[in-house]
């Protein structure tokens, strides 16, 4: 078992930067794979990024490639979700995802992850 804490949420205006966390109890964090996703009023839940249990691997949605980026700190049990050049439509409530295992990630699938935590709102002014 496993509890995910976001934070560093908030507001910011079009243009700015968050850096958001997601701290993990458990001695097994390393074992994990993390993703991010978000879920907009109304819309679905939706991938933002991933990163193996390494850290050596890594993987973004299209929509935020080049502007996100995920780290972890296996130390800290810890991953990160920088966003830079922040816009409205990356408004949004967004979550960290753990997976445990070793196999093949598949980081799109909402159904592949064993753990959520509560979320963090994000929100983008024009």
């Known amino acids: 078992q496993v509890q995910l804490e976001e934070s560093g949420g908030g507001l910011v205006q079009a243009g700015g930067s968050l850096r958001l966390s997601c701290a993990a109890s458990g001695r097994t964090f390393s074992r994990y794979s993390m993703g991010w996703f978000r879920q907009a009023p109304g819309k679905e839940r939706e991938f933002v990024a991933g990163?193996?249990?390494?850290?050596?691997?890594?993987y973004y949605a299209d929509s935020v490639k080049g502007r996100f980026t995920i780290s972890r700190d296996n130390a800290k049990n810890t991953v990160y979700l920088q966003m830079n050049s922040l816009n409205p439509e990356d408004t949004a409530v967004y979550y960290c995802a753990a997976h445990l295992g070793y196999d093949s990630p598949r980081f799109y699938d909402k159904e592949w992850y064993d753990y959520w935590g509560q979320g963090t709102q994000v929100t983008v002014s024009s």
């Open positions: 990163i193996v249990w390494s850290g050596s691997r890594v």
